[in-house]
């Protein structure tokens, strides 16, 4: 699967989208990148983050959960708003700002540099091709994708995989960081240059930092048996949020999982690609659209990553209007209720032992024998 790409040359659908959204910053003559939006909302997150950090050893008594909780939360917010456009270098003009606000990923306990890895250059290119893009890999614990294997235990996987979801950080944190440092590998695509001595020596001092901060620290102050059920309440609010705005974006039942040809190659434009495969939810949330980063803009988020997230809301109407003319959607769902509902759907439908998509087996055809239905 390492050779797996897309056709070179022109493409027409991206030269279409990314014209409107040219066109529309040069109206405005805003950047592309954040604005004072989205300083002043950092500010505030880095401040709760902080804030509830040290509350941890301020509150008393049981009270210290509640902080560690909150930090949980704080967590994820800096990793939606802050680190996620650090690392796509759309936080600021400035490249070292940029690699700044990306290192914020390390202090939460992963790392920078498997992110780039992980998450730039394989989940945003091969978004939902299995072997590819690693985000849909459980490694066999549920299905997301009809083109993995069915093991007997999915059957119940829409009824335990958000109990699952709770540990999703702290298997990130503390197994696939690892073994991605040791493959240099990302499903089965190989990093694409070997780590430096500076990344190798980042890699070990974030955690020995992480470890600090979040064990060694607290358990000299309130001891271990709280830190340690403190630290694993954390990284339950912080992992379910995480598994869950992505499983909303991509693993749901308006949502496809494309697999390349005998040669490798996608079938459709990088940018068809991303529309197939992204879908939005509660855009007209202002809330959730604050407190999210922008995710629940998927689809414009896939299709131009280099743009800060606070101007998704902006843009969704101008690309919802030319994918429409030029004959494609921008899939999405009203709220978050409605796309937690298509998230249980499509893992129901990955429960059915008869949806496996097979080399002879068109993929429609499955899916509708299995009672699976797109909306």
Same mark, same amino acid.
């Given at each position: 699967?390492?050779?797996?790409?897309?056709?070179?040359?022109?493409?027409?659908?991206?030269?279409?989208?990314?014209?409107?959204?040219?066109?529309?910053?040069?109206?405005?003559?805003?950047?592309?990148?954040?604005?004072?939006?989205?300083?002043?909302?950092?500010?505030?997150?880095?401040?709760?983050?902080?804030?509830?950090?040290?509350?941890?050893?301020?509150?008393?008594?049981?009270?210290?959960?509640?902080?560690?909780?909150?930090?949980?939360?704080?967590?994820?917010?800096?990793?939606?708003?802050?680190?996620?456009?650090?690392?796509?270098?759309?936080?600021?003009?400035?490249?070292?700002?940029?690699?700044?606000?990306?290192?914020?990923?390390?202090?939460?306990?992963?790392?920078?540099?498997?992110?780039?890895?992980?998450?730039?250059?394989?989940?945003?290119?091969?978004?939902?091709?299995?072997?590819?893009?690693?985000?849909?890999?459980?490694?066999?614990?549920?299905?997301?994708?009809?083109?993995?294997? /069915?093991?007997? *235990?999915?059957?119940?996987?829409?009824? &335990? !995989?958000?109990?699952?979801? =709770? %540990?999703? #950080?702290?298997?990130?944190?503390?197994?696939?960081?690892?073994?991605?440092?040791?493959?240099?590998?990302?499903?089965?695509?190989?990093?694409?240059?070997?780590?430096?001595?500076?990344? /190798?020596?980042? *890699?070990?001092?974030?955690?020995?930092? &992480? !470890?600090?901060?979040?064990? =060694? %620290?607290? #358990?000299?102050?309130?001891?271990?048996?709280?830190?340690?059920?403190?630290?694993?309440?954390?990284?339950?609010?912080?992992?379910?949020?995480?598994?869950?705005?992505?499983?909303?974006? /991509?693993?749901?039942?308006?949502?496809?999982?494309?697999?390349?040809?005998?040669?490798?190659?996608?079938?459709?434009?990088?940018?068809?690609?991303?529309?197939?495969?992204?879908?939005?939810?509660?855009?007209?949330?202002?809330?959730?659209?604050?407190?999210?980063?922008?995710?629940?803009?998927?689809?414009?988020?896939?299709?131009?990553?280099?743009?800060?997230?606070?101007?998704?809301?902006?843009?969704?109407?101008?690309?919802?209007?030319?994918?429409?003319?030029?004959?494609?959607?921008?899939?999405?769902?009203?709220?978050?209720?409605?796309?937690?509902?298509?998230?249980?759907?499509?893992?129901?439908?990955?429960?059915?032992?008869?949806?496996?998509?097979?080399?002879?087996?068109?993929?429609?055809?499955?899916?509708?024998?299995?009672?699976?239905?797109?909306?």
């Amino acid at each position: 699967m390492s050779n797996i790409h897309f056709k070179t040359g022109h493409r027409p659908v991206y030269q279409e989208l990314s014209g409107e959204v040219n066109r529309h910053f040069k109206r405005t003559g805003a950047l592309k990148t954040g604005n004072s939006t989205l300083y002043n909302k950092a500010l505030v997150i880095g401040l709760i983050y902080v804030g509830s950090y040290l509350a941890i050893y301020m509150l008393p008594g049981s009270l210290h959960y509640l902080a560690w909780a909150i930090h949980g939360i704080a967590t994820a917010m800096v990793g939606y708003n802050i680190m996620h456009d650090g690392a796509h270098e759309s936080f600021s003009t400035s490249r070292p700002i940029n690699r700044l606000m990306a290192l914020t990923f390390n202090l939460v306990g992963s790392n920078r540099y498997y992110w780039a890895q992980k998450h730039n250059r394989n989940h945003h290119v091969f978004t939902n091709v299995d072997g590819a893009d690693e985000d849909i890999d459980a490694l066999g614990l549920f299905r997301m994708s009809p083109h993995q294997q /069915h093991r007997w *235990f999915h059957r119940y996987q829409h009824f &335990y !995989v958000w109990f699952l979801y =709770l %540990i999703t #950080s702290l298997f990130w944190f503390f197994a696939l960081d690892f073994k991605a440092y040791h493959s240099q590998k990302i499903a089965h695509r190989d990093y694409s240059h070997r780590m430096k001595l500076a990344d /190798h020596i980042e *890699f070990w001092a974030s955690k020995v930092v &992480y !470890v600090t901060l979040y064990l =060694l %620290i607290p #358990s000299a102050v309130l001891g271990g048996e709280a830190t340690i059920a403190g630290f694993l309440l954390m990284h339950a609010f912080l992992g379910f949020l995480f598994a869950l705005v992505f499983q909303l974006a /991509h693993v749901v039942d308006k949502a496809d999982f494309p697999r390349p040809g005998e040669n490798g190659t996608m079938s459709d434009e990088w940018a068809v690609h991303q529309m197939r495969t992204t879908v939005d939810f509660a855009t007209d949330n202002r809330f959730l659209t604050w407190a999210l980063g922008g995710l629940n803009f998927q689809a414009e988020h896939h299709l131009f990553p280099r743009i800060s997230h606070v101007h998704y809301p902006e843009l969704h109407p101008l690309v919802e209007a030319k994918a429409a003319e030029l004959g494609y959607e921008i899939r999405s769902y009203p709220t978050a209720l409605a796309a937690i509902q298509g998230h249980y759907r499509h893992m129901k439908a990955m429960a059915n032992p008869h949806n496996v998509v097979s080399d002879e087996t068109d993929s429609d055809e499955l899916e509708n024998d299995a009672g699976y239905t797109r909306s």
